[in-house]
């Protein structure tokens, strides 16, 4: 259990883009600390584009297909608001007349962490979709949790400048992410080269000194990954500060 020294509380998954990878990033960060003995829980406080927790198309439905110790658990658990329609929250509540209340949220985070350590809490699109009527967008949702920051991001090109907006949204917060993940699969149909990736991984270490953890790699059963991503996943939690 004291091989992730610097573990975290609460780990906040986003992304540059929607569709970028957030949820595998969640998926292998659970496997990879129930693999190493935690006890930790998925939670997906916003899920717009299903009809409820059990949908094919529900993140948390796909979570625990394809974490074994899940498999006979109950998705819904992992779903604090559901929402039809395929928008940003905010608009997704108000095509159902409903209202986003953030400081359930907050209660929800804080009780699950009772129970489960560490929490891997995956967002909705990038940081700056809306959550509710006011200002609160998704970036604030990483704040109000006191949630540390994993950033999942295309490997090809245009993700310089996704990677770095990210990252210059989470910093006029006062928050600092813990590291980058690339995805190199069906997301991107795997077309990037390799100098291409090398190069974007130096553009974006070079100018935020956050540190790309490495490249996950296509995926052909996600019941079981593969060694190779897992390895490059545990960097999040070997190298955290």
Known sequence: MSKFKNLKKRYFITGTDTGVGKTVLSLLMMQVLFNNGYTPFYLKPLQ????????????????????????????????????????????????EKEKIDIQKIKRCVYEKNVAYSPLIIEGAGGLLVPVDGGKTQIVNLID????????AARVGLGTINHTLLTIESMR??????????????????????????????????????????????????????????????????????
């Open 48 to 95: 717009t584009g299903c009809s409820n927790p059990l949908d094919q198309n529900s993140d948390a439905s796909f979570i625990y297909r394809n974490v074994k110790q899940l498999r006979k658990m109950d998705p819904s658990d992992s779903i604090i608001y559901c929402f039809k329609n395929p928008k940003a929250p905010w608009f997704a509540a108000r095509d």
């Open 172 to 241: 006029n917060k006062g928050i600092n992410p813990c590291g980058i993940l690339f995805f190199d699969t069906e997301y991107n149909k795997g077309s990037t080269d390799n100098e291409m990736i090398k190069e974007n991984i130096e553009a974006i270490e070079t100018a935020s000194g956050v540190q790309v953890k490495g490249v996950i790699g296509e995926i052909h059963d996600f019941l079981d990954p593969g060694e190779k991503n897992l390895k490059i996943v545990e960097r999040i939690f070997l190298h955290d500060k």
């Open 144 to 151: 109000f949790t006191e949630s540390t920051p994993v950033i």
